[in-house]
DNA sequence: TTCGATCTCAAAATCGATTTATTCATACCA
DNA sequence: TGGTATGAATAAATCGATTTTGAGATCGAA
């Protein structure tokens, strides 16, 4: 089975492209002040780009939401409120829920491999705790994987979108190692309990699993 | 109650953003033929614009789903496949039937009334065929006003998106008269079963609803 | 003082031209 | 013949400069 990850054609990216995964990430990663205003002129230097790409970029983010168009205002990073983390946990929760079930029907012998190969990944690198952008590539990758098999591509397209969104919160959140380390085992017994195509079980815990995640995250919006 | 159309600040609309609408409109209207390569510079003279709003505006679509980006190969209009359909419309009525349950239960006197207006505008539109893009517009806004206080906003966007996504099959289907009587009928049993605060009747007749709809828009496809 | 109009500056949006990449046809060689 | 290199021609992407807009300062009158 073909897992699909977020880009498949990266040969001949362009400009505009690269500046929209780097931007992405950055806002995802918080590396952007909530409600902060965007300094164009800024960006062009910081990611040394010229203007056309960047323009180009920006709008695509704001299409996607992670950004804010305000016309002939330029365009802003969107500002961290409790009421929207609550819709997007609130949706995550729904929209993961029925992914996991349908991957669990669907999936095959392939997809429990990745997904032990996902999870082992995940669980060997936050030993190293110093390479934090590597563990979130290989978290998302992990819950991306464990819903791959749904059947749905506009399913999984919003999964994403609300992963990003989520991730933008939680990352701005002060850490929780005890919460940290249930989640982590978590991702354990979400494999054992796919493999034992356990349904109703696996779908309790990813939402347990969203539960808990959020609680942390709520940490941004004090 | 507020319930929100499309664009709440029409004020100073940029180029680029005026051009995004009018393209939506299109492609959703199916004034693309399916699986084109956009020739931008046609498109330049179409909408009377220059490069930068109007790449800036396809930017946005693709983001939005509504063309294909091709990284050094410009833009296409994506193709008409009944496997996407299928899951365009599985999701719609998993998403639609979850916002229709939330949205009786939040609902206030001002959203029946809103409704009730809506469904009224919506039935003296058709009777005057001869303006199908303001039928079409009418129809859309009923059935966003069915699911306007679901209270996710996520929700409501991911609707609006599979609608758009829908109606470009919709519209590129030949019409079918005698399910189209049954739809507008539904339309307004649709109204007194949410008046009614009838949840689940509620929701299994919008999930018909879809499921009429759905074959109706299969004949585009092939 | 306070309100409103006008001006100024900085930033956003747009334009026209240039650069870069892809496609398709043609020629060359194994 | 089949495959691969070469070279316009075409289209996409990007650049640098210009135009337009909005925010804030300044002035003047009630």
Known sequence: MDI????????????SSRVFDAMRQDLVNGRFAAGEKVAINGLKEQYRVGLSPLREALNRLAAYGLLVQENQRGFRVPRL???ELDDIAGMRRELEGMALERAILNGDAE????????????K???????????????????HRTLVAPCGSVWLL????????????YRRMAPGVPAVRRILDAQHGELVELALERDVKAARALLEDHIERSYEVALGSCK
């Open 4 to 15: 699909p990850q977020r880009k498949e054609r990266k040969e001949s990216a362009t400009t």
């Open 111 to 122: 997809w429990e491999s990745e997904l032990l190969a996902a999870a082992h990944r995940l």
């Open 81 to 83: 409120d409790r009421r």
């Open 124 to 142: 060997r690198a936050d030993l190293s705790l110093d390479k934090v952008d590597e563990w979130e590539r290989l978290h998302g990758r992990f």
């Open 157 to 168: 397209r919003f999964i994403d979108q609300l992963h990003d969104q989520f991730d933008r």
